[in-house]
């Protein structure tokens, strides 16, 4: 049966990501002022249930998870939105869910970028665009930065694997 801690975080997370991944998808901008919300929710759902221990497990998820996708934002390839976004959810979920969801939203963002390049009849140039990606995280090599197509048809919108992975995650690890 769920804790009632459990269910809170769903309750936050469920009509976020719900609003979170329409706004990405419909105009490409992750507001600050729904991150925020996950974000001040989170912490207060954790702090209420866990006291002084949840509000630093909540805080350690928002810094860890913060880190590990500004290390990919560095790179361009991804927005300061998304990163923002999965710090924020960090904190809602806490440290202890923070590298399985980075797994399962890795996994969900590469299923669904890969059906993406397939629709747009782009498989060559973007796995030729990944090649040099890797390519350039050995060593002596220069990681390469990639510009935004203008062509928006091109991304992918990554508050949705961001939002769907981090729910799975939930679900699936969540004790």
Known sequence: MPSAQNFAIFLLLVPMAIVITYMDVRYRRIPNKLVLVMLLGGIAVNSFFGGTQGLLVSLEGFGLAFALMFFFHIFGTLGAGDVKLF?????????????????????TGALLAIG????????????????????GLLPGQKVPRFDIPSDRSYTLPYAVPICFGSLLAFMLFHS
């Open 87 to 107: 710090a924020a959810i960090g904190a809602v979920n806490g440290i202890a869910l923070v590298l399985p969801m980075l797994l399962v939203v890795a996994i």
């Open 116 to 135: 993406k390049m397939v629709h747009a009849g782009r498989a060559r140039t973007t796995m030729f665009g990944v090649l040099q990606f890797f390519y």
